[in-house]
């Protein structure tokens, strides 16, 4: 009669000793998050409400200020706030330009991808191992070698003056171009990767079903691959969108700092201008965005698969 | 070219090489119209690459692929009026069952309506009208086999492909399915061109078989023709069970019988494929259930049983000749009567009227 008083005894105890132990193989991993990620994040947004110390740090006194600075200007003498728009111009500004670079390396990473997928098995891994090559050099060697190219005296100029291609040095360095170019490279192979495992998994005899039944090939990779590949894809583009937003080294040097990138903004704060609470601020805007936008992007696989049942 | 209208696919003179590899020489045959034919051979033999050049996922080397008189080896899959039903299915698996069914329909642009009424339609001929929203992962292997033969059958091609369509099932499902795939070529009156290596799937379904081996036809006709007067040593061997036995032509055949000679003296009765002259070698080709045995007697065949093998529906005696060749015999179990062979017993081995056919090396 005991065990029938508590119905659940049985069970309950099992699965509580399987999740203890789950946990048990998560901590190393929760302990790193916790003390490295959430613990700065946390400091980040209560910085962010704080007052901007002297000499850089901050003063533990309570504040909205840096939210306000961020879309209104202080008039000096009458303390009366102006409505203006340079640091959201710099968000959609880089907006744009992890777009721009997002879209590139789509471009790009997706026929590489499909190439290296339909190599021999034996051939693919050699090509993997390319693609990835350039991450055995650091990020930083690699933008300055960029810029070491494209600078006006340099051998990419030199080569298209020596074709007669130009007649005077094209200005690539220090433009948003430059940015763009650096960020694709920097990021295509976050694109190619996941995309090529997507095509990889993909049973081409899919295909041969779609000729068969009278499709065309633009009409077989729009309703037969794409959807089949659209996983690789999709975290392909967040893979190269989320770090491009954010990213410091290509700015600082390809744009020579002078086009100012959300990274930028938030890294001079807590050099140059010494204002931490707004640096802290604008991070924490970021954040928000990339937050809001993997949310709608969830909500809407969510819904096309619920959809699709 | 002029070609008579009979003919659904009229293959003449094909040769496909891979690189060195030749995978089918000169083949040559027709296909008639509204039959079920058969491609029948062992793997590699060439049988799938003749049903992917028809299709139109292989490229022609050398010779021409009409298809009702039309030629169609230039044309690209996608122009072709025919369809396949892969050995794996190959269904879209991000579409349902009925948007399955109707991408080859409104690939060709088909009014809304009509493919609507269609795909309705050709989902009950396969009884999965009730499975119409699913999903391909959501199916069993027998009701995906159905949603391919359904996608293959709705744009109405004028040849249905069917790529070893079968072997992925078990074999309560694949009996069922050759019976039910027999009654809906009946039905639709669509040429089926089926390709296996299954030489029963063969037997129970065709019209007309062809066998294939190294990339070369090897016979062509009706099931019987094939069991019963198969052409050469590989095609009686391929279907089904048969003993062959060496033998000598006495003399040339007279009315379509032709007496040899085996091994040990004894002289047979054959009915013989082609014109063999005397004193030609060759096989006789027998079928173990025209043979029976009987007590010893003075002349006649004559082997020892070596063993004995109880198969439910018949029993297997297996012998081997007073001249050394083995030999199986079967016997239909009809019940109790005749207490049959045992082991290390002597018998005289009795040929039916017709059985033996005779293969001229």
């Known amino acids: 009669m005991a065990s029938a008083a508590r119905p659940d005894s049985g069970g309950a105890p099992a699965s509580a000793g399987l999740s203890r132990e789950r946990l048990w193989l998560l901590s190393p991993t929760l302990l790193m998050i916790g003390f490295f990620l959430v613990i700065p994040l946390c400091l980040i947004v209560v910085y962010s409400f704080l007052t901007p110390g002297t000499y850089g740090g901050v003063e533990w006194i309570g504040s909205t200020a840096a939210y306000v600075q961020f879309l209104f200007e202080e008039d000096f003498l009458s303390e009366e706030l102006t409505f203006h728009s340079a640091y959201l111009e710099i968000y959609f500004g880089s907006f744009v330009q992890a777009v721009t670079a997002t879209v590139a390396c789509l471009i790009l990473g997706f026929p590489t991808a499909y190439f290296i997928a339909t190599r021999p098995p034996r051939q693919r891994t050699l090509w993997v191992f390319l693609v990835t090559i350039p991450y055995w050099v650091n990020l930083l060697i690699r933008t300055v070698s960029m810029l070491f190219i494209i600078r006006d005296e340099g051998p990419l100029n030199a080569l298209l003056l020596e074709i007669g291609l130009i007649a005077t040095p094209l200005r690539i360095a220090y433009t948003d171009f430059a940015i763009g170019l650096g960020l694709v490279y920097s990021y295509l192979p976050f694109m190619v990767l996941p995309i090529y495992a997507a095509i990889e998994r993909f049973n081409f005899s899919l295909v041969e079903a779609a000729h068969d039944l009278y499709a065309d090939r633009w009409t077989t990779l729009r309703e037969v691959i794409l959807p089949a590949v659209k996983p690789g894809v999709i975290a392909g583009s967040l893979l190269v969108f989320i770090p491009s937003l954010g990213s410091f080294i290509a700015p600082d040097l390809l744009g020579g700092g002078k086009q100012l990138m959300i990274g930028n903004l938030i890294a001079l704060q807590f050099q140059g201008s010494r204002n931490w609470p707004f640096g802290a601020a604008a991070a924490v805007i970021l954040l928000t965005i990339v937050l809001i936008v993997l949310m709608l992007f969830t909500r809407k696989q969510a819904a096309n698969a619920g959809e699709a049942r | ?361």
Do not use: W
Request: a neutral charge; hydrophobic letters at 40%.
């Open chain 2, 1 to 361: 070219m002029q070609r008579s209208p009979a003919s659904a696919v009229d293959i003449r003179n094909v040769v496909k090489r891979f690189g060195s590899f030749t995978a089918l020489r000169e083949v040559s045959f027709d296909i008639r119209d509204n039959e079920f034919f058969t491609l029948l051979g062992p793997s590699g033999c060439g049988k799938t690459t003749l049903l992917r050049m028809i299709a139109g996922f292989e490229t022609v080397t050398e010779g021409a692929i009409f298809l009702y008189g039309e030629e169609i080896e230039k044309l690209p899959a996608n122009k072709r009026p025919v369809n396949t039903v892969f050995q794996q299915y190959a269904l879209f698996p991000h579409m349902s069952v009925t948007e399955n069914v109707a991408f080859g329909m409104r690939m060709l642009r088909r009014p809304a309506e009509e493919i609507r009424q269609r795909s309705g339609q050709i989902l009950e001929l396969v009884q999965l009208s009730a499975f119409a929203d699913r999903k391909p992962d959501q199916l069993s292997g027998g009701q995906q086999q159905r949603v391919a033969l359904a996608r293959a059958l709705a744009p109405r091609p004028k040849v249905l492909l069917l790529d070893e369509p079968l072997s992925a099932l078990d074999l309560k499902l694949r009996q069922a399915m050759r019976v039910e795939l027999k009654q809906i070529q009946e039905e639709t009156g669509i040429t089926f061109v089926f390709v296996t290596h299954d030489q029963e799937e063969a037997l129970t379904m065709s019209d007309r078989i062809a066998v294939m081996s190294a990339g070369e036809l090897q016979q062509i006709g009706s099931a019987s023709d094939i069991y019963e007067r198969p052409r050469n040593r590989f095609v009686a061997g391929f279907i089904g069970e048969t003993n062959l036995l060496p033998v000598t032509v006495e003399e040339a055949p007279i009315n379509g019988v032709c007496s040899c000679r085996l091994a040990s003296g004894v002289v047979i009765e054959s009915n013989p494929a082609g014109r063999p002259g005397a004193g030609a070698k060759g096989h006789i080709s027998i079928r173990p259930e025209r043979l029976s045995l009987t007590a010893p007697a003075v002349d006649g065949l004559h082997g020892t049983i070596d063993r004995t093998v109880y198969m439910g529906t018949d029993t297997q005696y297996l012998l081997h000749l007073d001249d050394g060749a083995e030999l199986t015999v079967r016997k239909q179990n009809t019940g109790g009567d005749a207490p049959g062979f045992a082991p290390g017993e002597r018998a005289r081995v009795e040929i039916d009227r017709g059985a033996a056919r005779l293969l001229v090396d």
